[in-house]
């Protein structure tokens, strides 16, 4: 693993990574973040008892749109042609939701900041679609469990 920040040239600027010369390779990443909420919300959440909607298909649809407009977000990000991204909510326990974000594609750069960014929108659409009866919610954790593919291989939260 490399100690330099690649997103700075030789005096220190900012800039975007010339991946030109690197090989095409299948990359996917998985993120996940997590929401703490009321139980009496999480179960509003389930039945669909909340007054915007079917709060779980607008968040995942929010996290593949959020995935997708990663590189406007996100200053030094490449835009890539994800091939596919995926957006599960699960139930952890009976004040918590899991949001896992999986990005996929054929590039010269990988997409963990796509599976970060579409947990991220995902885990802030369910905090905003159910504010007006929780608004304590705390999403508690963002972070990248996996990535596989590219240069440096395969990495696991679990394997650190």
Do not use: F
């Not at 959440?45 to 298909?57: C, N, R, S, T």
């Not at 995942?60 to 200053?75: D, H, N, S, V, Y």
Request: with cysteine; charged share 20%; proline share 3%.
């Amino acid at each position: 693993m490399s100690d330099q920040l690649t997103h700075l040239d030789n005096e220190g600027h900012a800039h975007m990574v010339d991946v030109s010369d690197k090989a095409s390779t299948k990359r996917t990443a998985t993120a996940r973040a997590v929401l703490l909420m009321q139980p009496s919300t999480l179960i509003k959440v389930i039945e669909g008892g909340l007054p915007k909607g079917d709060v779980l298909a607008t968040a995942r649809i929010a996290g593949i749109q959020g995935a997708k407009k990663t590189p406007e977000l996100i200053p030094l990000c490449h835009p890539l042609m994800l091939t596919k991204v995926t957006v599960d909510i699960n139930v952890i326990s009976d004040c918590e939701l899991e949001v896992l974000c999986t990005c996929s594609l054929t590039g010269k750069t990988g997409v963990e900041m796509e599976a970060l960014t579409g947990a991220s929108i995902a885990a802030l659409t369910l905090y905003d679609m159910c504010k007006a009866v929780d608004k304590g919610i705390v999403i508690q954790t963002i972070a990248l469990l996996e990535k596989k593919g590219g240069k440096s291989g395969d990495w696991s939260k679990l394997d650190v």
